[in-house]
Structure formats: C-alpha cells, structure tokens
C-alpha cells in the first residue's frame, strides 16, 4: 500500500493477487503503472500522432484498442518506486466498488509505504481511449 499519484492504493506485479485481495471480477483489467513513454512503447505500439499527448499528460490513464490501460507516472515519490519495480499494476486500496478503508487497506498490504501529508481522496485520473487517429474522454 502506498500513496499513488491519485489515490492510496495497492501496486504489484501480480494481477491474480491483486484481484483476490480486492474481490474483483477477474476479467477486469488494471491499469499499469509506468515510469516513462519509452518504457510504454515495449508493451503497446504507441500510435505517432499520441505520442506528444502521453508525454505531456499528468494523473491520466489511456486505454489502448486492446483494453489495457496504462499510466505514465510524474508524481515523484511514487516515480521513485516505479522506476525501482520497472513498472506494477496499480488500484485504489479499497474492495471493489466500495469507499476506502485503511484496515482493509493495511490488512490487504504486505508492505506499507507512507509519506507524510498523504491524501486519501484526491481527485481521480483522467481517463481517455485512444487509437491512431483520434481520443475519447471517458472520465
């Protein structure tokens, strides 16, 4: 558990553990967490046109045709972890759909992460679908 770029949140590499701890359906796809557009580009084809668009963007996640999501991370202490682990799919420490509780959160964790000042509920990401052509706003 640690403060993300949006919210409290659970980061890891493993989805399946991810998706138990949170009790969510397992077609749900979690946004991926990244350090920088390079490191995107060895997971999805990043149309030319987009490219400027994913650099520039602060607390915003883009959906690719695929269905996975990505975020490029600028927030620097969670930068720092990120950079560390190469990249973690990210998600708010909280049951699926339900508010934040941080003795779930806590219980859920196998390691915590504070920083002073923490937020709980800052404001969340932008959300845009994209393709080669054009992006839809989706949140």
Do not use: C
Not at 44 to 70: C, E, H, M, W
Not at 96 to 105: C, I, M, T
Not at 112 to 130: C, D, F, R
């Amino acid at each position: 558990m640690t403060q993300t770029d949006t919210t409290i949140g659970f980061v890891s590499q493993n989805a399946d553990r991810l998706t138990t701890l949170k009790q969510r359906p397992p077609y749900k796809h979690y946004i991926k967490a990244l350090p920088s557009l390079q490191q995107l580009t060895s997971f999805v084809r990043v149309p030319q046109k987009q490219k400027n668009l994913l650099r520039r963007a602060k607390q915003t996640t883009f959906i690719f045709p695929s269905g996975d999501s990505y975020r490029i991370i600028k927030e620097r202490r969670h930068l720092l972890l990120i950079q560390k682990l190469g990249w973690v799919y990210t998600t708010s420490a909280n049951l699926s759909g339900e508010e934040f509780d941080e003795k779930f959160a806590s219980d859920g964790a196998d390691v915590i992460i504070g920083y002073p000042n923490h937020k709980e509920n800052n404001s969340a990401s932008t959300v845009l679908k994209i393709n080669s052509v054009r992006e839809r706003r989706l949140r």
